[in-house]
């Protein structure tokens, strides 16, 4: 009964902030699947919501991510969601991380930026819903404008010691992107990325490896943001597809 309360209250809440104004909220370390990489855009003082579904061969999960803006170049963003995966399903683990402007140019977009977070273990690690411990994340990124495209470049990395707790969870995972994405117009950017994870497990699982390449699309019409990528996998480890689709709503001061 309880856990039915807590699905009840997070698809309530989802569907009434579905019904506020639209607004841009940038990617996170700890959304790695989401197409593009962007700097902190909440105002100060401002908050923002997005909902997202991501599907691959045996995964299905349902984030909602809150952003705040905690100063002009500091956004905090905290994650949590619904997961469906094989034959179980639960409440994911509860994410936030904040992420910084090094460099902010006037009429350029900031070109480096860091992100830090913390997972704290809400899922269910026996199911494989989560990490089953404290996890701890960091993410370095740049945008670099090379006309007519901007190249993006990230790293991250995420590391959860509790290894008898993981279940099949890798706990330590090193990610990488490079891309670049190409304004069409107003209304619609295209976007093309290598995306890279490097999981890490003690004996005698040690290193499985994952590498895809997806394209993207950042879609903006009748002011409904939305953001899409498919993922291939290339190595034998990784999933053979994945879909990300994500819109962003909802800001005020």
Request: aromatic share 16%.
């Amino acid at each position: 009964m309880k856990t039915m309360q807590i699905y009840f209250l997070f698809l309530f809440t989802f569907s009434l902030i579905f019904f506020l104004p639209f607004t841009i909220v940038s990617a996170s370390v700890i959304e790695p699947w989401r197409p593009d990489i962007f700097p902190p855009e909440t105002p100060k003082n401002a908050h923002s919501f997005s909902g997202s579904i991501i599907l691959s061969d045996d995964y299905f999960e349902l984030p909602l991510n809150i952003y705040y803006g905690i100063l002009e170049s500091l956004e905090l963003k905290i994650r949590w969601g619904l997961i469906y995966k094989t034959s179980n399903r639960g409440i994911s683990d509860m994410k936030f991380s904040v992420k910084y402007n090094f460099f902010r140019k006037k009429d350029d977009p900031p070109m480096i930026f860091l992100e830090g977070g913390v997972s704290l273990p809400i899922a269910d690690h026996t199911k494989n819903l989560g990490l089953g411990g404290v996890g701890l994340s960091g993410g370095w990124y740049m945008i670099k404008e090379i006309r007519p495209v901007e190249v993006i470049f990230g790293i991250a990395g995420e590391f959860n010691d509790k290894e008898v707790l993981a279940g099949a969870n890798p706990p330590r995972v090193f990610s990488y992107r490079a891309g670049a994405r190409y304004r069409y117009d107003e209304q619609m950017t295209f976007v093309g990325e290598l995306k890279g994870f490097n999981n890490y497990w003690q004996e005698p699982r040690g290193f499985k490896q994952e590498l895809y390449i997806a394209p993207g699309i950042h879609y903006n019409a009748l002011k409904i943001p939305l953001s899409a990528t498919l993922l291939f996998g290339l190595t034998e480890n990784s999933k053979k597809i994945g879909f990300y689709i994500e819109t962003n709503f909802g800001e005020k001061n």
